[in-house]
């Protein structure tokens, strides 16, 4: 079995199909601990792990906990709120400051994109990326393959259809990396005022109208309105948006029968996607993708402190 070979995971970009493979591989084998009465191995005992988290997280902070612990590492939680940040201290000396404390792993989300990146280059333990501004989110987007994968039986062939705020959404970037490195062919659709120029160049098709990209979809992947990142109002309101954006009944039908709806979360019910369609477990494995996330982040954390198959 292959080694990682990377220090950090900082984004899809710079990943091989390969080392998607062996982590979605990896991250299947740790499926099968959530099921014990006992979830927990004594895989990174005396290993610790620090999640520095700089912006709001529900899902992906207590996944990345959850994670450290049922492989027995130490997990410390840190939020910027009630750090040092307050008080005025950098980044970079909350980092330093970290580093003194030998922890082996920092997971941070920020908001500015390259934040992980340029921690990464000063500090020596590794950096798990787990959000940085509008740019990635590798780990959300490795949980959406496994999920695809585990699904479909293959990424390679399928059509995937985002949906929504393409422009600032870091899960969007991360999963059209990953899933055109597998094989998956991508179409993207969302408002004008929402859709990055010069997208098509990362090998998607774009449309303006949801019809367009549903069209024939073995998986749709909706998306959430990232308010908190846009400059200005760029659409007249929420309902206007749902009208003409809202997965729904009606159009999910332009899919194959036997497509699969995901969501990152948190949902906006009735704006990006209709409740209906997110509680109905014949189409929508939005729990099972974050079941999937505590196996990933698990295999993550295994992989960087050396795991091999041994």
Do not use: W
Not at 259 to 270: L, S
């Amino acid at each position: 079995m292959m080694k990682l070979g990377k220090k950090d995971i900082l984004g899809i970009r710079d990943m091989t199909p390969d080392e998607i493979r062996l982590i979605l591989d990896t991250a299947e084998s740790f499926l099968e601990i959530s099921t014990r009465d006992i979830k927990k191995v004594p895989t990174l005992r005396g290993k610790s792990v620090i999640n520095l988290f700089y912006e709001a997280s529900t899902r992906t902070r207590t996944s990345f906990e959850i994670a450290g612990k049922r492989l027995s590492a130490d997990t410390i939680n840190i939020s910027a709120s009630t750090s040092s940040v307050v008080k005025g201290e950098t980044l970079i000396d909350t980092a330093r400051n970290l580093e003194a404390m030998n922890p082996d792993i920092i997971v941070l989300r920020h908001s500015a994109a390259g934040a992980p990146r340029l921690l990464a280059s000063l500090v020596r333990q590794s950096i798990i990326n787990a959000g940085d501004g509008a740019n990635e989110h590798p780990s959300q987007a490795l949980l959406d393959m496994m999920t695809i994968r585990e699904k479909k039986g293959r990424i390679d062939g399928l059509k995937v259809a985002i949906i929504g705020d393409i422009l600032h959404s870091r899960v969007a970037r991360s999963n059209i990396y990953g899933l055109t490195k597998m094989g998956a062919r991508v179409a993207v659709a969302g408002p004008a005022t929402m859709m990055p120029r010069g997208i098509e160049r990362l090998g998607v098709e774009a449309f303006l109208k949801i019809d367009d990209a549903l069209a024939d979809a073995d998986v749709v992947m909706m998306l959430r309105i990232q308010l908190e990142r846009q400059q200005q109002n760029i659409f007249p309101s929420l309902r206007e948006y749902a009208q003409h954006f809202c997965l729904n009944r009606r159009n999910l039908q332009l899919a194959r029968p036997d497509a699969i709806v995901m969501h990152p979360g948190p949902m906006n019910r009735g704006v990006e996607i209709s409740p209906d369609i997110a509680d109905d477990p014949g189409c929508s494995v939005i729990l099972d993708q974050v079941n999937n996330g505590v196996a990933v982040r698990m295999a993550l954390f295994y992989l960087l402190t050396g795991g091999n198959d041994e």
